[in-house]
């Protein structure tokens, strides 16, 4: 079982392709706050913390496709 | 000897029953049956397939290892004929009998077929399945002009493949805007707008009164009740669903569009539950029937059947759901019943952004955010405590609402 680093912030990178082996979620998919958040940073160079639904180097589909960044 | 679960459907709401299942009961029985070739795949990604912008791989969700490595029998390629809940069994079209202590329908629906001249020549399409996106995609990669059918939510997503795939389209609707019930003109032309823009033309006070097919079968026209002819080599057909409860017609079980359940996802009869678009819920919120498709509302209905399943009464269904739309530059969101209520208030709040609530005896039950999805979680915050906005409808068209804007002493 994987661990994650506690108190990472995330952003959202706009991607042009996505990898076949990517984990690729839809907006829809995701847990409200989460939800909130990728509304929040997409297309803004802001940070917010890590969702629990959402791992670094996942894509999710919203108004473009969209990296996660986590740090 | 361990309890036995039988799920039809393997869909998120089949799938998340199973998952359940098998945390909860981990020395059961689970046997999971679908009429589909492939295993549980993302529902609402496949539009994103046939669009051209996602290969195949990230749709799948649960290879076959994953019922192996979780104990679970998998039928695929598996038509369920017969349910008799007198004996507690079911009949696949292969003849087999399978018995079950408890039994979830997630059997879903069926695309309706327009009941017009042609409505199955090739190149006629309607979207359900993976199977179903593979298809179109196929088949929209070599068209030059599109119409498209049915204004609604599922309608949207052909404008957007057309748009994606460089398709000239004409988008037919019978109305005078596109998913009239949920939206006034002035939201909906936001739509219109981005439609143009991608290259898909509303028609309004149109439709399909029949299609034209050329020599080999395949659709080259559809002409519309106006005698309007749309030339076309593909065409996408979205007017709605027929939820699966044929094989239910002989069986005590109570069905109206879809199964009946309560909120426990319960039928009338004891053991037998249901999950996902076909269920005709008792929705807590609401206080009322109803129904849901969306992607969020079946994985949470297969949770709840499958704790209701082990231990019935112990876990009730209370969820806001929400749809979306990402195909566009900006973002469009429905959630709760947009198009049930007795009241709605409506704003532009900036260019490009456009809200509405739907009321209910003075409460929030669902609503539309175009541009502006920050208000999403005030708003499913108010459905979900019931809370009277009577006299303060105005506030909730408030650039950056907030709950605590409210006078608290309307909280129930």
């Given at each position: 079982?994987?661990?994650?680093?506690?108190g990472r912030q995330m952003r959202l990178r706009r991607t042009?392709?996505?990898?076949?082996?990517?984990?690729?979620?839809?907006y829809?998919?995701l847990?409200e706050a989460s939800q909130v958040a990728v509304a929040e940073l997409a297309d803004r160079p802001r940070t917010a913390p890590e969702s629990a639904d959402l791992e670094d180097?996942d894509v999710v589909?919203f108004t473009d496709y969209y990296r996660i960044r986590a740090r | 000897?361990?309890?036995?679960?039988?799920?039809?459907?393997?869909?998120?709401?089949?799938?998340?029953?199973?998952?359940?299942?098998?945390?909860?009961?981990?020395?059961?029985?689970?046997?999971?049956?679908?009429?589909?070739?492939?295993?549980?795949?993302?529902?609402?990604?496949?539009?994103?397939?046939?669009?051209?912008?996602?290969?195949?791989?990230?749709?799948?969700?649960?290879?076959?290892?994953?019922?192996?490595?979780?104990?679970?029998?998998?039928?695929?390629?598996?038509?369920?004929?017969?349910?008799?809940?007198?004996?507690?069994?079911?009949?696949?079209?292969?003849?087999?009998?399978?018995?079950?202590?408890?039994?979830?329908?997630?059997?879903?629906?069926?695309?309706?077929?327009?009941?017009?001249?042609?409505?199955?020549?090739?190149?006629?399409?309607?979207?359900?399945?993976?199977?179903?996106?593979?298809?179109?995609?196929?088949?929209?990669?070599?068209?030059?002009?599109?119409?498209?059918?049915?204004?609604?939510?599922?309608?949207?997503?052909?404008?957007?493949?057309?748009?994606?795939?460089?398709?000239?389209?004409?988008?037919?609707?019978?109305?005078?805007?596109?998913?009239?019930?949920?939206?006034?003109?002035?939201?909906?032309?936001?739509?219109?707008?981005?439609?143009?823009?991608?290259?898909?033309?509303?028609?309004?006070?149109?439709?399909?009164?029949?299609?034209?097919?050329?020599?080999?079968?395949?659709?080259?026209?559809?002409?519309?009740?106006?005698?309007?002819?749309?030339?076309?080599?593909?065409?996408?057909?979205?007017?709605?669903?027929?939820?699966?409860?044929?094989?239910?017609?002989?069986?005590?079980?109570?069905?109206?569009?879809?199964?009946?359940?309560?909120?426990?996802?319960?039928?009338?009869?004891?053991?037998?539950?249901?999950?996902?678009?076909?269920?005709?819920?008792?929705?807590?919120?609401?206080?009322?029937?109803?129904?849901?498709?969306?992607?969020?509302?079946?994985?949470?209905?297969?949770?709840?059947?499958?704790?209701?399943?082990?231990?019935?009464?112990?876990?009730?269904?209370?969820?806001?759901?929400?749809?979306?739309?990402?195909?566009?530059d900006f973002p469009?969101?429905?959630?709760?019943?947009?198009?049930?209520?007795?009241?709605?208030?409506?704003?532009?709040?900036?260019?490009?952004e456009?809200?509405?609530?739907?009321?209910?005896?003075?409460?929030?039950?669902?609503?539309?955010?175009?541009g502006d999805l920050s208000p999403q979680s005030?708003?499913?915050?108010?459905?979900?405590?019931?809370?009277?906005?009577?006299?303060?409808?105005?506030?909730?068209?408030?650039p950056g609402?907030?709950?605590?804007?409210?006078?608290?002493?309307?909280?129930?």
């Amino acid at each position: 079982m994987a661990f994650r680093e506690e108190g990472r912030q995330m952003r959202l990178r706009r991607t042009g392709s996505v990898p076949p082996d990517a984990r690729v979620r839809h907006y829809d998919e995701l847990a409200e706050a989460s939800q909130v958040a990728v509304a929040e940073l997409a297309d803004r160079p802001r940070t917010a913390p890590e969702s629990a639904d959402l791992e670094d180097g996942d894509v999710v589909k919203f108004t473009d496709y969209y990296r996660i960044r986590a740090r | 000897m361990s309890d036995s679960y039988v799920i039809v459907g393997d869909g998120i709401a089949g799938a998340s029953a199973a998952e359940t299942l098998r945390e909860e009961a981990p020395d059961a029985e689970i046997t999971v049956i679908t009429e589909e070739g492939e295993s549980l795949y993302n529902r609402i990604l496949i539009k994103e397939f046939a669009k051209g912008k996602l290969p195949e791989a990230p749709i799948s969700i649960h290879d076959e290892s994953w019922y192996d490595d979780h104990d679970v029998d998998l039928r695929l390629n598996t038509l369920v004929v017969d349910v008799d809940v007198e004996n507690d069994a079911i009949r696949t079209h292969e003849g087999e009998t399978i018995e079950y202590d408890s039994l979830l329908l997630a059997i879903g629906g069926t695309p309706q077929q327009l009941p017009v001249e042609n409505a199955d020549a090739e190149g006629v399409h309607h979207f359900w399945t993976f199977q179903d996106a593979r298809k179109i995609k196929e088949s929209v990669e070599d068209a030059d002009r599109g119409v498209i059918v049915g204004a609604g939510l599922l309608g949207i997503d052909f404008a957007a493949i057309c748009g994606a795939q460089d398709v000239e389209a004409k988008y037919l609707m019978r109305g005078d805007s596109w998913w009239r019930y949920a939206l006034s003109n002035e939201g909906a032309e936001i739509m219109h707008e981005a439609m143009r823009e991608r290259g898909v033309e509303p028609v309004f006070g149109s439709g399909v009164d029949h299609f034209e097919v050329d020599d080999d079968g395949h659709v080259e026209a559809a002409v519309d009740p106006n005698g309007e002819r749309y030339e076309c080599d593909f065409a996408g057909v979205a007017i709605g669903l027929d939820f699966n409860t044929e094989i239910l017609e002989d069986t005590p079980l109570e069905t109206d569009d879809g199964i009946v359940v309560d909120e426990y996802m319960r039928t009338n009869v004891d053991n037998v539950f249901a999950a996902g678009d076909i269920t005709e819920f008792y929705d807590t919120i609401l206080g009322e029937r109803a129904q849901n498709g969306a992607w969020g509302s079946a994985k949470e209905q297969g949770t709840i059947a499958a704790h209701n399943m082990i231990d019935h009464g112990s876990e009730p269904f209370e969820w806001v759901s929400s749809y979306s739309i990402t195909h566009f530059d900006f973002p469009f969101l429905s959630f709760g019943h947009p198009t049930l209520g007795d009241d709605s208030v409506e704003a532009t709040t900036d260019e490009g952004e456009w809200r509405r609530v739907a009321l209910k005896d003075g409460r929030v039950i669902g609503g539309v955010l175009i541009g502006d999805l920050s208000p999403q979680s005030a708003f499913k915050q108010l459905m979900r405590e019931k809370r009277d906005v009577s006299g303060q409808r105005e506030l909730l068209m408030e650039p950056g609402f907030s709950v605590d804007d409210l006078v608290a002493s309307t909280e129930h």
